[in-house]
């Protein structure tokens, strides 16, 4: 109990400094600066590129199908066995609790 009012206090006081702290930041960019009114610059427009792009892609890399089905068919492989022992870890899990509550039903 003690430990969750202290975590509250501390949330609430970080709170209030990023309110306290966020608004003084605001209300500073509100005021004109020199007691000049604000001024908005021009709009930017963007001049001419420079230099021309090529438009033509560089050739890739060459993708051999045989190399990516070796490549599927190890991953497939891998996949299963990591899925098999997901499956083996879950029955020993299982298995385990019903041990554990037949013997908390045998004790009382």
Known sequence: MMVT???DMVLA????????LGAGGAVALAEPVGGQPFVAAAP???ADPALTQDTTPEPGPTLDPAESEQANAE???NKLIVGGIAA???V???WGRSVR???TKNSK
């Open 75 to 77: 991953k497939t492989k």
């Open 44 to 46: 930017f427009v963007a």
């Open 92 to 94: 020993i899990v299982l």
């Open 88 to 90: 083996v870890l879950l």
């Open 5 to 7: 009012r202290a975590r």
């Open 13 to 20: 006081t970080l709170l209030g400094l990023a309110v306290a």
């Open 101 to 103: 509550k037949k013997r």
